[in-house]
């Protein structure tokens, strides 16, 4: 009994863990309850003194019995509410281009949400594939609050996105007020705002693009969402596009039939069009439309280093913030590729589903092509959204922001290696495999002797490749063009991402929660010079300001703003890497 005792309490914790962590319904628990009560008073009065394979057969229907419960109240798909509790505080209806709006009150009154406003006409049907459309109009008032469903992408069970959030991220909360999956649908072309209570006028503004490969992501995030930065007083707003095959797809028929002869760009199409959703209505929400901040972070930031050259763009931004990538090198290292590659790509898709035409394309499944983001997530140049490279762009003198605020973190490669990191085994292939006739160089660089040496060195170099040396290369060619810009390097440790990729968001956004154990007082005060920065970077063009820490501009590149346990310039760390790099891309010549 005491056996039964100790194993089948500990089985029944691992069920109800499952459960939560899967976001199953409530009745899930119940039912989960009710058959474990029923079995544990089955064994006591029957199976215990009964033949073992009797007791083996009631474990197994208990287990099978958890299995059906599991599957029975699998979590439904639901719109995320933009408000917290079960009834919302509604704003006052705000008239838009398209129609009256009104938003949730939230952050105990400080700040309005309005959240899943159409930017343009769902890009489902015959406009799957096509340039974004102004949407329709509506009438009466549009209750803004809840979140639009994220755009198409691969979906995770709900229980490997909760065991990355423990692992990864060491905040998992239990709560069975989310016990349910987001929507997800090709029709996500919306925009959230976030905006200080009350009436204002004339504020700075912030349109955020998530990151996610080009594949996946969400603009409601907690960590980049625009509560910290509202309640400080300025407008945030961040947008849905296309992602994967439905916003990188690159294919002649398509090409063909656009107006604007144009293909493979249409998740950057849908940024811009954001943007310009942004010109025409942000004014209502008290914002300035003269006085834009284009931000990004990871895949985000490299379409803002794009659309930094697009001439679609020009005069819908002045300012920009870049995080953890760019495509501006020579060649980039991810979310670029050339027409030539990806018209290849989309003729090798349309081969693999036997399909040649776009009607025929458009008469896929969105659920059976989904996958393909893996193949299909690349911009590239179309001679619409992009005429050139953003590196030949550059070369010209051709861009549309006058200001930039830049940098990366000192862990990037941290979720990109967690399982397949170096060792002293295959550490030198692995920088001859990159870096081929220039590896000896790179080797007397970094030169481990042991397996925990050449982990951190292959750390550090995977980083710089992917993330740190297009940064280099962005700050020298805002150098050539006269832009004024200024770089960072957030290396703070904490007890959640730390430094890795993604981690110096909460901070930037003035999202830290409030007495959290994964944060000290110390990442209290980096949140407010960081937060600080932001907020006079939009409203001036320069981060500096009153009561925070001098951030040079460094033209040269050789110097940056370390963004850690101090707020202080250091020199650039990698500057013998990069010079191996230029040499590698042909930079200069």
């Known amino acids: 009994m005491i056996g039964f005792g100790i194993f089948g309490s500990l089985l029944f914790l691992i069920m109800l863990a499952v459960l939560e962590l899967n976001k199953n319904t409530v009745l899930g628990f119940i039912l989960l309850l009710a058959v474990t009560v029923g079995f544990a008073v089955l064994f006591i009065k029957v199976l215990h003194g009964g033949k073992w394979y009797w007791k083996v057969l009631g474990w197994i229907g208990w287990i099978g019995a958890f299995v059906l419960i599991l599957?029975?109240?699998?979590?439904?798909?639901?719109?995320?509410?933009?408000?917290?509790?079960?009834?919302?505080?509604?704003?006052?209806?705000?008239?838009?281009?398209?129609?009256?709006?009104?938003?949730?009150?939230i952050d105990e009154g400080r700040v309005e949400l309005y959240a899943g406003i159409p930017y343009a006409k769902p890009p489902v049907g015959d406009l799957r594939w096509r340039e974004p459309q102004d949407p329709d109009a509506w009438d009466?008032?549009?209750?803004?609050?809840?979140?639009?469903?994220?755009?198409?992408?691969?979906?995770?069970?709900?229980?490997?996105?909760?065991?990355?959030?423990?692992?990864?991220?060491?905040?998992?909360?239990?709560?069975?007020?989310?016990?349910?999956?987001?929507?997800?649908?090709?029709?996500?072309?919306?925009?959230?705002?976030?905006?200080?209570?009350?009436?204002?006028?004339?504020?700075?503004?912030?349109?955020?693009?998530?990151?996610?490969?080009?594949?996946?992501?969400?603009?409601?995030?907690?960590?980049?969402?625009?509560?910290?930065?509202?309640?400080?007083?300025?407008?945030?707003?961040?947008?849905?596009?296309?992602?994967?095959?439905?916003?990188?797809?690159?294919?002649?028929?398509?090409?063909?039939?656009?107006?604007?002869?144009?293909?493979?760009?249409?998740?950057?199409?849908?940024?811009?069009?954001?943007?310009?959703?942004?010109?025409?209505?942000?004014?209502?929400?008290g914002g300035d439309?003269?006085?834009?901040?284009?931000?990004?972070?990871?895949?985000?930031?490299?379409?803002?280093?794009?659309?930094?050259?697009?001439?679609?763009?020009?005069?819908?931004?002045?300012?920009?913030?870049?995080?953890?990538?760019?495509?501006?090198?020579?060649?980039?290292?991810?979310?670029?590729?050339?027409?030539?590659?990806?018209?290849?790509?989309?003729?090798?898709?349309?081969?693999?589903y036997n399909v040649s035409t776009p009607a025929e394309l458009r008469a896929l499944d969105a659920e059976t092509i989904v996958n393909e983001a893996y193949t299909q997530h690349y911009m590239t140049v179309d001679g619409y959204a992009l005429t050139d490279t953003p590196y030949e762009s550059y070369k010209k003198g051709v861009h549309n922001e006058q200001a930039i605020l830049h940098g990366y973190n000192s862990e990037e490669s941290?979720?990109?290696?967690?399982?397949?990191?170096?060792?002293?085994?295959?550490?030198?292939?692995?920088?001859?495999?990159?870096?081929?006739?220039?590896?000896?160089?790179?080797?007397?660089?970094?030169?481990?002797?042991?397996?925990?040496?050449a982990k951190d060195m292959w750390a550090e170099i995977y980083g710089a490749i992917f993330f740190n040396y297009p940064h280099y290369c962005e700050n020298r060619l805002a150098a050539e063009n006269g832009i004024p810009v200024w770089e960072y390097y957030f290396s703070?440790?904490?007890?959640?991402?730390?430094?890795?990729?993604?981690?110096?968001?909460?901070?930037?956004?003035?999202?830290?929660?409030?007495?959290?154990?994964?944060?000290?007082?110390?990442?209290?005060?980096?949140?407010?010079n960081m937060t600080g920065y932001v907020l006079n970077?939009?409203?001036?063009?320069?981060?500096?300001?009153?009561?925070?820490?001098?951030?040079?501009?460094?033209?040269?590149?050789?110097?940056?703003?370390e963004l850690g346990n101090h707020t202080e310039m250091i020199d650039e760390k990698y500057l013998a890497l990069y010079a191996v790099m230029d040499r590698m891309a042909g930079w200069g010549e």
């Open 289 to 352: 439309p003269n006085n834009v901040t284009l931000a990004g972070e990871s895949a985000g930031s490299a379409s803002v280093s794009a659309i930094c050259t697009s001439p679609l763009a020009k005069g819908l931004f002045s300012k920009v913030l870049l995080e953890s990538s760019t495509v501006v090198s020579i060649e980039p290292p991810h979310s670029f590729r050339s027409c030539e590659d990806a018209i290849r790509s989309g003729n090798e898709l349309k081969a693999r």
């Open 492 to 528: 703070r440790h904490n007890g959640r991402l730390g430094s890795w990729h993604s981690g110096e968001l909460i901070y930037f956004y003035g999202n830290l929660p409030e007495n959290s154990k994964l944060f000290d007082e110390a990442d209290y005060a980096l949140e407010k």
């Open 414 to 453: 941290g979720p990109f290696l967690i399982l397949g990191n170096a060792s002293m085994k295959d550490y030198e292939q692995r920088v001859r495999s990159y870096f081929r006739e220039y590896a000896d160089d790179v080797l007397k660089i970094y030169a481990p002797t042991t397996d925990e040496e």
């Open 140 to 285: 009466g008032v549009l209750n803004a609050d809840h979140f639009a469903p994220m755009c198409m992408q691969p979906v995770e069970l709900p229980i490997v996105s909760s065991l990355k959030q423990v692992i990864g991220y060491h905040d998992y909360k239990i709560s069975l007020s989310d016990n349910y999956r987001p929507a997800v649908s090709e029709d996500g072309l919306y925009v959230n705002v976030w905006k200080p209570a009350g009436k204002v006028e004339n504020l700075p503004v912030l349109v955020y693009i998530h990151g996610g490969t080009l594949q996946t992501g969400q603009p409601w995030y907690g960590d980049y969402a625009g509560t910290g930065l509202a309640r400080e007083g300025v407008i945030v707003v961040n947008l849905g596009y296309r992602l994967g095959v439905f916003g990188y797809l690159a294919d002649e028929g398509l090409k063909a039939e656009s107006e604007h002869g144009t293909t493979g760009n249409y998740g950057l199409l849908d940024q811009i069009k954001a943007l310009e959703w942004v010109q025409k209505n942000v004014a209502a929400f």
């Open 71 to 105: 599957l029975l109240t699998w979590p439904p798909v639901k719109r995320v509410p933009a408000y917290e509790g079960r009834t919302p505080t509604y704003t006052e209806a705000v008239s838009l281009e398209k129609g009256d709006v009104r938003g949730v009150v």
């Open 537 to 561: 970077f939009m409203k001036t063009g320069n981060p500096n300001g009153a009561g925070l820490p001098v951030w040079e501009s460094s033209p040269d590149s050789t110097r940056v703003l």
